[in-house]
């Protein structure tokens, strides 16, 4: 599997099943957003930097809610979470996604708003690969973030949604992330990733240059 980032939570997974984009943004959050050319599409929620799917393709598969979904051989569970630690009284709901690929377990926190519920997090199960927010403002901060990893306990972890070159999102750069994990990141422009080569033991901490 191929794993691409453009900046804030949108990822392009190429898998050997399909090709799925997860949260599209807008070019007004002053990132160039990625051309959709995907079989499958997935919006952890509605606000503009994680939804602009305008131009997807007509026959692509969009999933924008929690349930239980299949497509192109690939295995989709959407989790209900909230956009804050205030049951979502402040910024509304969030949809976690979980996916089966090349027998890879991906799970995708979206706009993650507080620390999971027992519920939640054996509704995720054994995850491979994390995309977990770390920006803080409007999701989970640094800190919060290493609480959530503890929780899920991934193989592999990518942080997301953080402020990154000419965005005008106001979020904190990665760095109190990398710190409070303890760990340091294996760089990357695209992400190559099987089954086999999973860590054993140790956590890996994944993190894309743009």
């Known amino acids: ?12 997974l190429e898998a050997k099943e399909g090709s799925v984009l997860i949260d599209p943004f807008s070019k007004e959050i002053g990132l160039k957003p990625p051309r959709i050319k995907d079989d499958v599409i997935l919006v952890t929620h509605q606000h503009h930097d994680h939804n602009a799917i305008e131009d997807a393709n007509p026959e692509a598969f969009i999933i924008q809610n929690p349930g239980e979904y299949e497509n192109h051989g690939i295995a989709i569970r959407g989790i209900q979470s909230f956009h804050d630690n205030k049951e979502g009284t402040e910024r509304g709901l969030n949809t976690i996604y979980v996916l089966k690929a090349e027998d890879l377990n991906i799970c995708h926190l979206g706009d993650l708003g507080h620390v999971l519920t027992d519920k939640q997090v054996e509704d995720i199960g054994d995850v491979d690969i994390l995309m977990i927010p770390v920006g803080g403002t409007y999701t989970i901060d640094a800190k919060t973030a290493v609480e959530v990893i503890n929780q899920i306990e991934p193989k592999i972890v990518i942080p997301m949604h953080y402020k990154i070159g000419d965005m005008k999102v106001p979020l904190d750069g990665p760095e109190k992330f990398v710190k409070e994990l303890g760990l340091t990141p294996e760089k990357v422009e695209k992400y190559k990733i099987q089954k086999k080569s999973l860590p054993a033991e140790e956590i890996k901490l994944v993190m894309f240059q743009l």
């Open 1 to 12: 599997m191929t794993i691409t980032w453009y900046g804030q939570s949108c990822f392009r």
